[in-house]
């Protein structure tokens, strides 16, 4: 791993401990879009870490928020598919989509297309008011809620249905528990039902 920075680094023509930080990331998208795996380019982070310190705000280049949004970018994605129910597979619904939309899509790397000709793809605000608008037809309270609430609100169910806590983590990459614990976790409070309580408690006194 190390030759291979160091041939980058003479290809560049830029000191091996001491680069500008732009050099060392566009070392790592040049491995992504070599088709290496997200740990050969984690461990080449962490190489690149050992190697020189990019000042004493932080405590290695790893921890360059910079950094670690990239590596958050290129974390694999893995869908489990639903045989049960096709409509809420993830798997059939993705390879539909893909297959329906094969004939606009060309080069086009982004997943979702404009609707709209000639399809092109769609920016981030449009995908939060395409999620807005179901979260709409769902029946939720759009106010409270904003798109970006969902991903808490899965695993807040999924908590709430007694899942285990670091599969949950595990699955939507959460590294630690008390930043999920403090950002993500909403547990719905226990409902109350008079009648229910008023039933309840005539049958005890039996």
């Not at 020189?52 to 950094?67: H, N, R």
């Not at 489990?80 to 390879?95: E, M």
């Not at 614990?181 to 719905?188: D, L, T």
């Given at each position: 791993?190390?030759?291979?920075?160091?041939?980058?680094?003479?290809?560049?023509n830029?000191?091996?401990?001491?680069?500008?930080?732009?050099?060392?990331?566009?070392?790592?998208?040049?491995?992504?879009?070599?088709?290496?795996?997200?740990?050969?380019?984690?461990?080449a982070?962490?190489?690149?870490?050992?190697?020189?310190?990019v000042g004493?705000?932080?405590?290695?280049?790893?921890?360059?928020?910079?950094?670690?949004?990239?590596?958050?970018?290129?974390?694999?994605?893995?869908?489990?598919?639903?045989?049960?129910?096709?409509?809420?597979?993830?798997?059939?619904?993705?390879?539909e989509?893909?297959?329906?939309?094969?004939?606009?899509?060309?080069d086009?790397?982004?997943?979702?297309?404009?609707y709209?000709?000639?399809?092109?793809?769609?920016?981030?605000?449009t995908?939060?008011?395409?999620?807005?608008?179901f979260?709409?037809?769902?029946?939720?309270?759009?106010?409270?809620?904003?798109?970006?609430?969902?991903?808490?609100a899965?695993?807040?169910?999924?908590?709430?249905?007694?899942v285990?806590?670091?599969?949950?983590?595990k699955?939507?990459?959460?590294?630690?528990?008390?930043?999920?614990q403090?950002?993500?976790?909403h547990?719905?409070?226990?409902?109350?039902?008079?009648?229910?309580?008023?039933l309840?408690?005539?049958?005890?006194e039996?």
């Amino acid at each position: 791993m190390a030759n291979r920075w160091f041939e980058f680094c003479e290809r560049k023509n830029c000191d091996i401990i001491s680069p500008h930080v732009t050099l060392p990331l566009e070392f790592l998208s040049d491995m992504f879009n070599s088709g290496l795996s997200y740990s050969s380019i984690n461990t080449a982070r962490s190489m690149l870490s050992s190697l020189f310190a990019v000042g004493q705000e932080y405590a290695s280049f790893g921890q360059l928020p910079i950094v670690k949004r990239f590596m958050k970018g290129i974390f694999p994605l893995e869908f489990n598919a639903f045989p049960s129910d096709k409509k809420l597979c993830i798997v059939s619904l993705l390879t539909e989509y893909l297959s329906c939309t094969s004939v606009f899509r060309q080069d086009k790397a982004q997943l979702l297309l404009s609707y709209i000709s000639p399809h092109k793809p769609i920016s981030k605000d449009t995908v939060s008011h395409w999620v807005k608008k179901f979260m709409c037809n769902a029946g939720i309270d759009t106010v409270q809620y904003k798109p970006h609430s969902t991903r808490s609100a899965s695993a807040s169910h999924l908590l709430n249905k007694n899942v285990d806590l670091n599969n949950i983590m595990k699955s939507a990459g959460w590294a630690k528990e008390e930043t999920f614990q403090k950002y993500y976790i909403h547990i719905a409070p226990p409902t109350f039902n008079y009648g229910t309580a008023v039933l309840e408690s005539c049958s005890s006194e039996k």
